[in-house]
């Protein structure tokens, strides 16, 4: 038996369902075939009408269209309606993301376009951030983190040790809950030998501790020590698409589930800046329908969003959309979670 | 158990579905029908189940948008299809990283407890799988990405090139780094000279 074997065999199984479980997905399908076939008979009777009037228009290419801007504008409207705004419910003083702190304006439009603009954001933003209190958890402590998802009632709990070196718990409707096996960030590192920017990474484990002391508050040394501990990844190249989708999920992940001292969030920020692949986004709204500044990127033709409260530049949530071309309901944001509360507590599973 | 079911010779083949869906969309149901239930087992084992529906929606979703440029050369679409899941994957990375953690933290409890022996060989690959999933979590995405699909879902390494739109070099090279890597977080953990006696006993 060589190792290729031993991947097939020891990986977790998962059943072959039967066609009838995956209905709500054929329905998606469903309703984007006849999305397109009513497009088509709108797009020939159009064509039939201009062509009495217009012979010598040109004849339709048979391209794919492009996705129905009426069906995407009503989808997000009906998911902004049904946001009835839960209230945030804050625990954490000074990483608030709904309320505003008390010194601060709302985030200027910073001029210029593009990266520049994006930049510019970036570093008001680490400005405004750096300097606010600090209030992290005891070593003892949990933080706790409650989101909630697009479209749909999710709830999900999670539960991190501020050092990691205990059970963790990640909990989400309907479910008991998992337990998340204990890693410090110091059993998470790669090791030294490893030379940089290679693999293998024979960590241990991955990093699951709520809180990283250790993390550089300086922008410099912020990168290596995310590679380091396994949350952000070199890639295969070092393309700018890849590298801001990576940095940017490692953000995310990090401002969701993780709290970040003033300082790190801003050396994030300025980290950000420095990555040529995000745009800002005024008047971006997160999964339960709160308006933020978005920081966008575009990988694979889909674009993500981190919101942020356009005040106190406190993460708010994430969202994601499909790539140009899908079509019918399913073009409407598929994902994205709204954090609305960050706590500490002293036990993972008990609420704050 | 090995993934290697596929459709008896059917009717139409999926370059055929796909070709008479431009003109009559509605025949790219089929696709769905013969194949949702595959895309949507990798989705479970990559991102989870509860997110893999909605990828699974996603996958199909996209490809019938994009199905003009299927390259009808290939009768079998269900290579197209796993490179569509596979880069929606990508934008799941939570999720992925998510799933790694709870398949680690939930093996030890998937078997009931029996007769001693068995239980202490069945704890020794729970062992294993754990250093497994762990070395799989940590391999580079493009390298995860090639030794999942073949090893998973028993793709060949052309039918993984189409995938993933990579050349056919690449894909070897790609497997081979993911395996070398995989033996070496074994070795490291002591398990190299075990891996038969363990998988025998269990």
Redesign the interface.
Known sequence: MNDLDLVTDLTPEAPLPELGDLAAARRRLAAAIAAERTDARTRDESAEKAHLTAPDSPPSSGRARPAKRLALTAAVAAVAAAAAVAAALILVPGHSPSAPPAPGRPAARPSGTGNVAAARFFLQAARVTRHLPAHPPGPDQFVYTQTEGAGRADVGRLWLSAEGNKDGLDQNPGQRGFKLPPCTVAQAQVPRKTPPGTYPRTMKCAEAAGYLPSMPVNPDKLLAYLYKIGIAQPGDSNGTAWAANDFGKAVDFLMSTTYLLPAQQAALFELMARFPGFTIVHGARDAIGRVGVGIKWTFNGSPTEIILNPVSYAYLGDRTWPAPGFHGPGADAYDGAALVKMAFVDRAGELP | ??VA?RDAPAAADDAEVIERS?HE??R??VL??RH???I??YA??RIG??AA??L???T???A?????HYDTSYPDARPWLYGIAT??V?????DE??Q????????PDLDPPGHAERVAASVT?HG??RL???????????ERDV?IL???EQLSYDETARALGIPLGTVRSRLN?A????????A?AGHSET??EI?HDE
């Open positions: 158990m090995r079911e431009w969309p509605e790219f149901a769905f029908d949702a239930p595959f949507h087992r479970a084992r189940a509860e529906e909605d699974v929606a996603e199909f979703l996209a019938f948008g994009k199905r003009r880069n929606l990508g934008q799941h990375r939570r990283f998510r790694y953690r709870i398949q680690r933290a939930a093996l690959a294993m799988r497994l999933t762990a070395a799989l979590a940590d391999l580079p995405d493009g030794l073949i090893a998973w780094r395996r070398g890597r995989l033996r070496t977080a074994l490291a891996i038969t998988l």
